[in-house]
């Protein structure tokens, strides 16, 4: 998460964000402090597994 969603601020260094896990997604909250727009993006897809052997 680089930009806000909802404005297109950058959000580096700026944004308030947390990650947490939520069963087998990765959750992601972020805060844009230009809109206050708060966010919650699942990077479920995007987690990276080991190749099984
Ligand atoms: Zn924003």
Same mark, same amino acid.
């Given at each position: 998460?680089?930009?806000?969603?909802?404005?297109?601020? #950058? $959000?580096?260094?700026?944004?308030?964000?947390? #990650?947490?896990?939520?069963?087998?997604?990765?959750?992601?909250?972020?805060?844009?402090?230009?809109?206050? $727009?708060?966010?919650?993006?699942? $990077?479920?897809? $995007?987690?990276?597994? #080991?190749? #099984?052997?």
């Amino acid at each position: 998460m680089r930009f806000c969603p909802g404005c297109g601020t #950058e $959000l580096a260094g700026a944004a308030f964000v947390q #990650e947490y896990w939520a069963a087998q997604d990765r959750h992601v909250v972020c805060w844009c402090p230009g809109c206050a $727009l708060m966010c919650t993006v699942v $990077l479920g897809q $995007l987690v990276g597994t #080991e190749p #099984e052997h």
